[in-house]
Structure formats: C-alpha cells, structure tokens
C-alpha cells in the first residue's frame, strides 16, 4: 500500500497567506523528502529531513517530522502566486538502518495560490 | 550541470510499435530511475539502476525493457504497449542509491500514448 498520505488533498490560498500540507506514513523511514511538481512537469526536490531531525527551514519553508506519529508537515509561509502546484512527500523506507534505495510518493497536495 | 534531460517530449504509438525513451543526466550520479505517472496520481516507481546494474525492478510488465548502457544514459524501450500504459514516463537520478540520503533529480518527463 502507499507509504505516505497527505492532506488535505487540495488546498486554495490568497497569496500572502500560508500554507500547511501534512504526510503521514507506515513504516521506518531513513528520511523524508517533499517535492513540487508544476502541471504536467518534473518533479522538484523542495528539501530532505532524516529521521533523527525534527524541524529544518529552507527559505519559506519550514518542514517538521515526527516518528513517533509518523507523520510529517511542510508550510509555505507568505505564499506567492509562484507556489501554485502539486507537493507531495515522498519516504526512503528502511529496515535495520539500511535504505531500500527508492522513494515512496504520498497522494500530494494540490495547492492553488490566488493573486 | 544539474538537469536531467529526457527525449522525446511527447510520444504516440501505436499497440504494435516498438519505441524508446532516452533520459541523460552529467551529475556523476550512480543510481537512475524511471517512474510511472499517471494524471493526478503521484509517481510510482518501476526500475532503479545502481552502478549501471538492475537493482529493483517493481514488477513492471515484460513489454517495459530497460537498459543502462553507461553511468550517464538510461534507456526505457517499449514495445506491445496497452492504452492503459499512456501516462507520464519521468527519468530521475541520485548521487547514490542505496547509501546516504538520495535525493533524486527529475527530467520533465516524455508523455507518452498509445494508441
């Protein structure tokens, strides 16, 4: 079954205001990675948090993860028009601290940003 | 150079055609992957190339052959293909696959169709 599930499912925003998409997952995980996709497009790595990490920003974002819940959260804060595209999260499952070396895409988020 | 390019951009075929999409990245990344997109769906993953070598294959359909000829270039020829194959066929590549973080770099994808 899909490794990660996001919500909400679609997400519309006046630019300005911030965003906030969560992932929640199954099973152990090496690391967790968030990515933006524009319609139609290839895939954009946005930023990377290891299991050991709890918060990391990178610019306007700002991505928490906690293990315990499995789960994770990206906000985009004062969104722009720009922002306008799919996010998904993605996990690099793990067993006895080895990767599997692949990646496990989440449903994604479709956020739209007004003008 | 940090771009991976795929060829063609668009692709249709007919059931009896037999095709190739080409992906090539100059990164000096060792690990290459094809996903499977289909419209509002996340990528799943069917090939992971390490080292020039097979090393998952996400039980992916015989009429789905890849190959890697050097550590640069990767290849997903098609032949016999189902209208239900039409979808978006995204290339991505990594530093490693199955040690460290692999945060993976996509081409813009080929949009396939088959007829």
């Known amino acids: 079954s899909q490794q990660g599930e996001e919500d909400p499912q679609a997400l519309s925003i006046q630019e300005g205001e911030n965003a906030t998409m969560n992932c929640s997952y199954k099973?152990?995980?090496?690391?967790l990675q968030w990515y933006r996709q524009n319609s139609g497009r290839g895939l954009v790595h946005l930023i990377l948090i290891r299991s050991n990490e709890r918060e990391k920003h990178s610019g306007r974002l700002r991505v928490t993860l906690d293990t315990s819940k499995k789960s994770s959260s990206l906000l985009i804060t004062a969104s722009r028009a720009a922002d306008t595209a799919s996010y998904f999260c993605a996990t690099d499952a793990e067993a006895g601290g080895t990767s599997y070396g692949k990646l496990t895409f989440g449903q994604g988020t479709i956020l739209t940003v007004h003008p | 150079d940090t771009e991976v390019t795929q060829t063609p951009k668009h692709l249709v075929m007919g059931m009896t055609n037999k095709k190739s999409l080409k992906c090539e990245q100059h990164?000096?990344?060792?690990?290459m992957y094809w996903y499977k997109q289909k419209a509002k769906k996340p990528p799943e993953l069917m090939f992971v190339?390490?080292?020039?070598?097979?090393?998952i294959n996400e039980s992916v359909p015989s009429r789905f052959s890849p190959e890697c000829p050097n550590s640069s270039l990767l290849n997903l020829h098609l032949h016999a293909l189902q209208p239900e194959d039409s979808a978006l066929y995204l290339c991505a590549s990594s530093q490693y696959a199955l040690a460290g973080p692999n945060e993976q770099f996509f081409g813009p994808g080929t949009r396939l169709t088959v007829l």
């Open positions: 190339y390490s080292y020039e070598k097979l090393s």
């Open positions: 990164m000096g990344h060792r690990a």
């Open positions: 099973t152990s995980i090496n690391n």
